[in-house]
């Protein structure tokens, strides 16, 4: 889908809960996009966002998983 810059953004705030003043942060050359929630207890505390300028950068199996791995860490650590 082609959209503008402005649009994007809005994109991020409305369907990720993004805050505008980091959904302007991101930059219009990126193709990848990655979110990952944190969760602690079975609630969402947090979003882990990478984005990248390679596109189908995340579609690489172990690319994901080490991501996720990364971010289960992070989970775990805040549970502590």
């Given at each position: ?19 505008a ?17 944190v ?12 984005d990248s ?5 995340f579609?690489?199996?172990a ?10 860490g992070?989970?775990k650590?805040?549970?502590?």
């Open positions: 889908k082609t959209m503008t810059f402005d649009q994007w953004c809005a994109g991020l705030v409305e369907s990720y809960g993004m805050a003043r980091d959904a302007k942060a991101t930059r219009p050359d990126r193709y990848a996009f990655m979110a990952v929630p969760k602690k207890e079975g609630e969402v505390v947090g979003v882990v966002y990478l300028s390679v596109p189908g950068f579609d690489d199996g690319v994901r998983d080490l991501i996720i791995a990364g971010c289960v992070v989970a650590w805040i549970g502590e």
